[in-house]
């Protein structure tokens, strides 16, 4: 599978859920998204991988929610010099688990900053093909959030309209309309009024960027997943989003 097949792979069902984990405003700084049966077998590595974006975090992590291979996966990080805390507020890694949709081939990729960053175009991609051969297709999504440190939220100036990966649309937070943009599934629809934005309408199958709350803050977005789109508000301190 070469890039754009990656990249098509993560932006379709059943992998819409990690990027609707992507679109709220977590604020976090990297997020490592991870479809494995057996994530333990992988997340050193992947880890480890990523010591170049958090050299200046803490060692400490914990998890969020029961996680089935919660024991291993605590072991093994703790082999590699990482400490198990309690309390959430206390961890710079936090792990969580989900269940897909649907099973699909073990993968992972890296969100930056708003940026999808394939690192299986580095060291990782032997990794990436080991996974894929030789372990099964799993329903298993581990989620790994490195918290970031204090963010000031600054109200949006205008709204991006970006699709298959490009910036196709600016507007104004000022203007009050309704703007639709065909994708190739069809139509989306932004509303944009009282200086907020958010999807009134879309032809993508479940609906789910309906369901995202109007986004005002700079570097807020909402992600449509099937219909390769995204919207994010801009401002004088917002995030470069690239998706795609």
Request: with cysteine.
């Amino acid at each position: 599978m070469d890039r754009r097949d990656f990249f098509k792979t993560m932006l379709v069902t059943p992998l819409f859920t990690p990027l609707l984990l992507a679109s709220k405003t977590t604020k976090n700084e990297l997020e490592l998204y991870i479809i494995a049966g057996h994530p333990e077998l992988f997340i050193s590595s992947l880890l480890k991988e990523l010591e170049k974006y958090t050299d200046d975090y803490g060692r400490n992590f914990t998890f969020l929610n029961p996680h089935p291979q919660e024991g291993e996966m605590e072991r093994i990080l703790s082999q590699k010099g990482w400490r198990y805390v309690h309390k959430p507020i206390q961890a710079d890694l936090t792990l969580s688990f989900s269940h897909l949709r649907h099973k699909a081939l073990p993968s992972f990729t890296l969100v930056r900053e708003g940026r999808i960053w394939d690192i299986r175009s580095r060291k990782l991609y032997s990794l990436w093909k080991k996974m894929n051969k030789s372990h099964n297709p799993s329903s298993c999504l581990t989620i790994a959030s490195f918290k970031n440190r204090q963010i000031k939220s600054f109200a949006g100036e205008s709204v991006s309209i970006y699709m298959e990966g490009r910036k196709i649309k600016t507007i104004s937070l000022k203007e009050n309309l309704a703007r639709s943009f065909r994708t190739k599934r069809g139509t989306i629809t932004a509303m944009i009024k009282d200086g907020k934005a958010w999807i009134s309408d879309s032809s993508c199958p479940h609906k789910i960027c309906l369901y995202s709350p109007p986004v005002s803050l700079a570097g807020e977005r909402i992600i449509c997943a099937p219909n390769h789109f995204l919207l994010e508000v801009q401002g004088s301190h917002s995030i470069d989003t690239i998706i795609g």
